[in-house]
């Protein structure tokens, strides 16, 4: 089974320019060129996304004999948990981050309203479950008990990385305007194809409210899809984004801001232990991310920007940007 949290770090190319020779006399200098460095190379970005979609299509909860899609909502890598949602309500998944490894802990929260905790039906509790992977899928299989009621249902869970690198993502279009949402990940990069493909009129994406991103990998190339269909971004007063949201808002060919909206950065982790702000300028690891932001923003600005946004928070934290700040990296007009 491959890593739930793939990362990718692709080692930068040390490229020489020419001085003169011995003779002193002056010889015709090459500019150097900055090598592209990408997690996932653009010519690689359809196979990707078609095994997402692959593997998106095997997550299943069958719980009492039916079968039920689930979907991402959140996971906790220090409470080793993962969090799903079905048509009957929430799913808590054990999962072991740092081991890459499942645990034997599954619960199911009977609900009409995943937000009210009054709504709750029912809770059912496993830890003697029969753990398995099969391909590319961990397999929860057992009995979940309602402790309560003293009811036992069967169940079996199958989920892969899928789960989590696909995000949350909601786009909705209404008036000529996509309206975008949710945890960022390889679902926002269909979303965002789709739109321009199936949706051309639509130029405008609004941003409501972002927590960031579960994969950067494709994130920066959702965002080479905003830039190079020549759309705009558009955050409105009561908006925000954050972290990986914020890279998607600067791909917008143009930018549109109100005061009010929030654009929250912070450090990534990790390499080799390290968050971003802790590695120097030169370390590999922020090959990526650099060459995303030259694209965007340019071969000054965009360097410039990506390291104060490592540097303005810690990677468990988050620094909402000034006006001062937007205008000073051209993000927003003065």
Not at 36 to 46: G, L, M, R, S, Y
Not at 184 to 212: A, R
Request: glycine share 8%; proline share 3%.
């Amino acid at each position: 089974m491959r890593k739930l949290i793939p990362f990718i770090f692709i080692p930068l190319i040390t490229i020489f320019g020419c001085g003169s020779d011995s003779s002193g006399k002056k010889t015709q200098v090459k500019i150097a060129e900055i090598a592209e460095v990408h997690h996932i190379q653009p010519n690689d970005v359809a196979t990707y996304i078609e095994n997402y979609k692959l593997q998106q299509e095997q997550l299943n909860f069958e719980f009492n004999g039916v079968d039920y899609d689930i979907e991402l909502i959140d996971f906790d890598m220090k409470k080793n948990i993962i969090e799903a949602k079905f048509e009957l309500g929430l799913l808590v998944i054990g999962f072991d981050f740092d081991n890459e490894k499942p645990i034997n802990n599954l619960t199911v929260i009977a609900t009409t309203d995943i937000t009210d905790e009054s709504k709750i039906t029912a809770v059912y509790g496993a830890t003697d479950l029969l753990l398995s992977e099969q391909d590319e899928n961990i397999i929860y299989a057992g009995d979940l008990i309602d402790t309560q009621m003293n009811t036992h249902y069967t169940a079996k869970l199958t989920f892969n990385e899928a789960l989590i690198n696909g995000g949350n993502s909601k786009l909705t279009i209404q008036d000529e305007k996509a309206y975008l949402s949710g945890t960022l990940g390889s679902k926002t990069y269909i979303q965002i194809k789709d739109l321009i493909n199936q949706n051309p009129s639509v130029k405008t994406i609004k941003f409501i409210s972002i927590d960031g991103s579960v994969n950067d990998a494709i994130n920066m190339h959702t965002g080479r899809l905003i830039r190079n269909a020549q759309l705009t971004t558009y955050m409105p007063s009561t908006g925000e984004a954050y972290s990986g949201g914020v890279d998607l808002y600067v791909s917008g060919f143009n930018r549109v801001y109100e005061i009010g909206g929030k654009l929250g950065v912070h450090s990534w982790c990790c390499e080799a232990g390290k968050p971003a702000d802790q590695l120097g300028k030169d370390h590999k690891g922020h090959g990526a991310q650099l060459t995303f932001f030259r694209e965007i923003l340019g071969k000054e600005l965009g360097p410039e920007f990506y390291f104060y946004t490592i540097n303005a928070a810690p990677f468990d934290s988050v620094h909402v940007m000034t006006k001062q700040e937007l205008i000073k990296y051209k993000i927003i007009a003065e």
